[in-house]
C-alpha cells in the first residue's frame, strides 16, 4: 500500500512531433517522490521541465515509461493534483474570491462550507479582504499567492508548481518563498513539486534538488537538502550547498563548450 | 480529404434548400404564384446573363459606388487625418462630427432629396456621405493610435510636418485605414441600392424595384444575387490591395 | 500648450454655434426660401407644437415597438448561431458558407424579396429588422467564442470542469466583450433600419414615415426634427449599452 502523495516516475521518455520529425525532449527520467517532500526541479532553459510537469499534471497523455501518483497510472488531470502555472493563469472575469473557489464548484458541499473553505485559503496565503476583487487589481505576488491558494482549495495530494516566482522581483520574491514555506509547513500532507531557475529558492525550500540537463532532457543529478529548517541562507552549509549545484552548471556550460570546439 | 469534407458540409445547406424548393414545385404544395422553381430562376439568371440589362444597371450601381467612394472615401481620409493630427481642430470639429454621427445613414434620405433632388446629384451624395463617417473615423483614430515612440523617432530625425505624415503616421495608420475602406465598401454597397430603391430609373435597385412591382420573383432573386457576387468581388478586389500595401508588415511580424 | 478641459468643451460649440448663426442669417435674409431651409425659430415652435401635440410620441412607439421586436429576435438568432459556429467547428463548416455568402447582400436588397413574400406587413419589417442586426450578432459571437486562450483552457482542464460549465465559467464569459459589442453594434443597425423600413416600405406609422410624409409635403422643419430625434435616440441607445458594458466588464477595468 503506497501512501497518498507519493509520485513515482519509471523510466519516463517524451518525444515531440515537429513537422514529421520527432524529437527526443525527455528520456531515461526516473524520479521518487514520498509524501510531503518538498522538490525542485532545475534546469537549462528548455530541458523539458515545464513538459515533465505537464505530464504528471495530466496535460499531455503521449509517453513511453510510467508515471504513477499512488501506485496508479496518470490518465488526464485530476483534482487530487494541484497546479500553479507560471502565469498565474487567475480568470480575469472573475473575483479572486470566484477563483479560488473554482475548484469547489464541482462539489455539492453546498455554498456556507463551500465560502469557508475559500475563506480559510485566502487567509492562508494572506489575502483576506481581497475576496471581491478582480485579478487586474492585484499586484504580482498577491496574483500568484491567490493562484497557489487556488490550486490547494480541493486538498491536492500533489502540489505542482511551474516556475511560481519566476516573475516577480528580488524582494516579493524572497517574501513569497517565506509564505510558500509557510503553507509547505501548514499542510504538512502535501507534496510539492516545484520548477524554479533560482538556486538559492530551490535550496532554500526543498528536500531534494533535481537537476537536469538538455537534449534530451535527462535528470543529472539528484541532491538531498538536507539543511535543518528553518534554513539560514547566509549559513555555510546553505553556502556550500549552492555553490555545490552552481558547480554542476558551470561544468555542463564547460561540456557544452568544449563539444563545440 | 478534410477540405473536400469542408466543401461537403458547407454545401450540404444550399442543396437541401434548393431540393426543398424542387419538392415544393414537383407536388405543388403551393399555389402562390410567387413560388419560383429552382429551374426558372436558374433560366432567368441564363436569361438576364445574355442580356444586358442586368449589366448595364450593375454597371451603373457599380459606378455610382465607385463615385460617392471615391469623393466620400478622400474627404473622409483627408478630414480623420486631420482631426487625428492636431488636437486643436479635432476640439473644434470633433463635437459637431460626433453629433452628425449619430444620425443614422438612412435618415438623411429625405433631408436629400428636398436639397439635392433626386437625380444623379441625389444619389453621389448620399453614397458620398455615407463613406465620410466611417472613413474619417476610422482614419482619425488609426492616426491617434500611431504610437508615441515612432513619433519620437521622427522628431529626433528633425523630419518636417510633410515627411513626419509621409513616413511615419500614414503607414502606420495603414490598418485601420484599410479597415475604414472595407466597413465603406460595404456600406456604400448598400446605400446604392438604398438610393436606387428610392429614387431612381436605373440601376440594380431600381431594377429590382420594378421586377418586384411586376412580380418577377426570379429576377428580383437573380438581382440580388448579382449585388452579392459583386459586393463580394468588390471585397476581395480591396482585400488584394490591403494585402500588398500591408504584405511587408505581415514578413515582420 | 495644455489647453484645460473647459476651454476645448467651450471650442466645441464654435462650430455648432457658427452655423446656427450662418443659418439664421440665410433664412431672414431670405437668401435660400423658406421651403428649402426654415426659419431656426420656425424649426423650434414646430419642435414645441409636435410634442404638445403628442402625436409624436405615437410614431416614437411605434418606430421603438418596432424596433425592439426585430432587435430581440435578430441578437437571440444571431447568438445561437454564433455559439454553435463558435463551439463546434463541424456546425461551423455547415452553416459558415451559407451565413457568408447571404451576408455579401446589402441588406437593403432584401427589401423586394421580403416585400414579394411578406407583402407590406408589420411581420416583413420586422424580419428585415431581424435579418440586420443578426449579422453582426453572428459574428461577434462566434469570434467572441474562440477568444478563449489554451492557457485558461488548460485550467479548466485541470480543474476537471466539465462541457456546460466550461461554457458557463470559461467560454461565455471571455466571449462576453466580443458580445457585447455585437449587441451594440447591432442595436444600431436595428435603429437605422426600423428607420429605413419605414421608408422603404411605404406603410404608415414610425418616425420615417413622418420624416418621409414631412420630405413629400416638403415641411422642412419636421425633416430637421426627425432627424434630430432619431439621431438623439440613436446616441441614447448606444451610450447606454456603453454603461452597460463598462458595469459587465468592470474585471477589465485594471488599477
Ligand atoms: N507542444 C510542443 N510541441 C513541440 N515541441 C515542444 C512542445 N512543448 C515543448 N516543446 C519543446 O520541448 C522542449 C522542452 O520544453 P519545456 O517547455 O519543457 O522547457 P523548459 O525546461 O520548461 O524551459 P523553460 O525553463 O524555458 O521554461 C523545448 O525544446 C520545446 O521547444
Ligand atoms: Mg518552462
Known amino acids: 500500500m503506497t501512501q497518498r502523495g507519493t509520485l513515482d516516475i519509471v523510466n519516463l521518455k517524451k518525444t515531440f512531433n515537429v513537422n514529421g520529425n520527432t524529437t527526443p525532449v525527455l528520456e531515461n527520467i526516473n524520479l521518487k517522490v514520498k509524501q510531503g517532500e518538498f522538490v525542485s526541479i532545475i534546469g537549462p532553459s528548455g530541458c523539458g521541465k515545464t513538459t515533465l510537469l505537464r505530464l504528471v499534471i495530466g496535460l499531455e497523455n503521449s509517453y513511453e515509461g510510467q508515471i504513477l501518483l499512488d501506485g496508479k497510472r496518470i490518465n488526464g488531470p485530476g483534482l487530487d493534483r494541484g497546479v500553479v502555472f507560471q502565469d498565474h493563469r487567475l480568470l480575469p472575469w472573475l473575483t479572486v474570491e470566484r477563483n479560488v473557489g473554482l475548484g469547489l464548484e464541482g462539489k455539492r458541499n453546498g455554498k456556507v462550507v463551500n465560502k469557508e473553505i475559500v475563506q480559510a485559503h485566502l487567509k492562508l496565503v494572506g489575502l483576506q479582504g481581497f475576496e471581491k476583487v478582480y485579478p487586474a487589481q492585484l499586484s504580482g505576488g498577491m496574483a500568484q499567492r491567490a493562484a497557489i491558494a487556488r490550486a490547494l482549495v480541493n486538498q491536492p495530494e500533489l502540489l505542482l508548481l511551474d516556475e511560481p516566482l519566476g516573475a516577480l522581483d528580488a524582494l516579493t520574491r524572497m517574501y513569497m518563498q517565506l509564505e510558500l514555506e509557510k503553507i509547505w509547513k501548514r499542510e504538512a500532507q502535501v507534496t510539492m513539486i516545484m520548477i524554479t531557475h533560482d538556486v538559492e529558492e530551490a535550496v532554500y525550500l526543498s528536500d531534494k534538488v533535481v537537476i537536469m540537463s538538455s537534449r534530451p532532457g535527462t535528470i543529472k543529478k539528484i541532491i538531498p537538502v538536507e539543511l535543518p529548517r528553518p534554513r539560514d541562507r547566509a549559513s555555510y552549509d546553505f553556502m556550500k550547498l549552492k555553490e555545490e549545484i552552481l558547480e554542476e552548471f558551470q561544468l555542463h556550460a564547460e561540456n557544452v563548450f568544449s563539444y563545440a570546439i | 480529404m478534410k477540405k473536400l469534407i469542408t466543401l461537403i458540409l458547407g454545401l450540404v445547406l444550399p442543396v437541401l434548400i434548393l431540393i426543398g424548393m424542387e419538392v415544393v414545385a414537383r407536388f405543388e404544395l403551393t399555389t402562390s404564384q410567387l413560388f419560383v422553381e429552382p429551374k426558372v430562376i436558374f433560366e432567368t439568371l441564363l436569361d438576364l446573363i445574355k442580356g444586358d440589362e442586368l449589366f448595364i444597371n450593375l454597371g451603373i450601381s457599380t459606378l455610382r459606388v465607385f463615385i460617392g467612394f471615391v469623393l466620400g472615401g478622400a474627404a473622409g481620409l483627408l478630414f480623420g487625418t486631420v482631426m487625428g493630427i492636431s488636437r486643436t481642430f479635432e476640439s473644434y470639429v470633433g463635437p459637431?462630427?460626433?453629433?452628425?454621427?449619430?444620425?443614422?445613414?438612412?435618415?438623411?434620405?429625405?433631408?436629400?432629396?428636398?436639397?439635392?433632388?433626386?437625380?444623379?446629384?441625389?444619389?453621389?451624395?448620399?453614397?458620398?456621405?455615407?463613406?465620410?463617417?466611417?472613413?474619417?473615423?476610422?482614419?482619425?483614430?488609426?492616426?491617434?493610435?500611431?504610437?508615441?515612440?515612432?513619433?519620437?523617432?521622427?522628431?529626433?530625425?528633425?523630419?518636417?510636418?510633410?515627411?513626419?505624415?509621409?513616413?511615419?503616421?500614414?503607414?502606420?495608420?495603414?490598418?485601420?485605414?484599410?479597415?475604414?475602406?472595407?466597413?465603406?465598401?460595404?456600406?456604400?454597397?448598400?446605400?446604392?441600392?438604398?438610393?436606387?430603391?428610392?429614387?431612381?430609373?436605373?440601376?440594380?435597385?431600381?431594377?429590382?424595384?420594378?421586377?418586384?412591382?411586376?412580380?418577377?420573383?426570379?429576377?428580383?432573386?437573380?438581382?440580388?444575387?448579382?449585388?452579392?457576387?459583386?459586393?463580394?468581388?468588390?471585397?476581395?478586389?480591396?482585400?488584394?490591395?490591403?494585402?500588398?500595401?500591408?504584405?511587408?508588415?505581415?514578413?515582420?511580424? | 500648450m495644455d489647453v484645460n478641459k473647459e476651454v476645448l468643451k467651450l471650442r466645441g460649440l464654435v462650430v455648432p454655434l457658427a452655423l446656427l448663426a450662418v443659418w439664421w442669417i440665410i433664412t431672414k435674409n431670405e437668401w435660400v426660401s423658406a421651403v428649402f431651409l426654415p426659419l431656426p425659430e420656425t424649426v423650434a415652435a414646430t419642435f414645441v407644437k409636435l410634442f404638445l401635440k403628442g402625436k409624436i410620441f405615437v410614431d416614437l412607439n411605434e418606430s421603438i415597438t418596432k424596433v425592439a421586436k426585430g432587435f430581440l429576435v435578430g441578437i437571440t438568432a444571431g447568438f445561437l448561431l454564433g455559439t454553435a459556429m463558435g463551439l463546434s467547428s463541424t456546425l461551423e463548416k455547415l452553416f459558415g458558407p451559407l451565413f457568408n455568402a447571404v451576408r455579401q447582400v446589402p441588406i437593403l436588397g432584401w427589401i423586394p424579396v421580403l416585400i414579394l413574400i411578406f407583402g407590406l406587413t408589420e411581420l416583413a419589417k420586422i424580419i428585415f429588422i431581424a435579418l440586420g442586426a443578426f449579422y453582426p450578432m453572428t459574428l461577434n459571437t462566434f469570434d467572441g467564442c474562440r477568444q478563449l486562450k489554451k492557457e485558461y483552457l488548460e485550467v479548466a482542464r485541470v480543474f476537471e470542469f466539465n462541457k456546460p460549465r466550461l461554457l458557463w465559467r470559461f467560454i461565455l464569459p471571455s466571449a462576453l466583450p466580443s458580445i457585447l459589442s455585437g449587441i451594440r453594434v447591432s442595436m444600431s443597425e436595428a435603429w437605422m433600419l426600423v428607420i429605413g423600413a419605414e421608408i422603404f416600405f411605404k406603410t404608415r406609422g414610425g418616425l420615417g414615415d413622418m420624416m418621409w410624409e414631412a420630405k413629400t409635403r416638403v415641411q422642412m422643419d419636421i425633416v430637421f426634427i426627425t432627424i434630430l430625434i432619431i439621431g438623439l435616440i440613436g446616441f441614447i441607445l448606444n451610450y447606454v449599452m456603453k454603461i452597460l458594458e463598462n458595469r459587465l466588464l468592470r474585471w477589465r477595468i485594471s488599477n
Not at chain 2, 433632388?117 to 493610435?145: H, Q, R, S
Not at chain 2, 435597385?205 to 418586384?212: E, I, N, S, T
Request: charged residues 15%; glycine residues 6%; hydrophobic residues 55%.
Open chain 2, 96 to 253: 459637431i462630427f460626433n453629433a452628425l454621427r449619430q444620425v443614422p445613414v438612412l435618415a438623411w434620405i429625405p433631408l436629400f432629396i428636398i436639397w439635392v433632388g433626386i437625380d444623379e446629384g441625389f444619389k453621389i451624395t448620399f453614397i458620398a456621405v455615407t463613406a465620410f463617417f466611417p472613413m474619417a473615423l476610422n482614419t482619425c483614430e488609426g492616426v491617434k493610435g500611431v504610437s508615441k515612440s515612432h513619433l519620437e523617432v521622427g522628431a529626433v530625425l528633425e523630419f518636417n510636418r510633410f515627411k513626419q505624415l509621409s513616413t511615419i503616421i500614414i503607414p502606420a495608420s495603414l490598418p485601420a485605414i484599410f479597415t475604414g475602406l472595407r466597413l465603406v465598401l460595404s456600406i456604400t454597397w448598400m446605400a446604392v441600392v438604398g438610393a436606387e430603391l428610392v429614387a431612381s430609373s436605373e440601376g440594380i435597385g431600381y431594377m429590382m424595384y420594378r421586377a418586384r412591382q411586376q412580380l418577377q420573383v426570379d429576377t428580383v432573386l437573380v438581382c440580388i444575387l448579382a449585388v452579392g457576387l459583386t459586393g463580394y468581388t468588390m471585397n476581395i478586389l480591396l482585400e488584394q490591395i490591403e494585402h500588398y500595401f500591408l504584405r511587408r508588415r505581415k514578413v515582420a511580424e
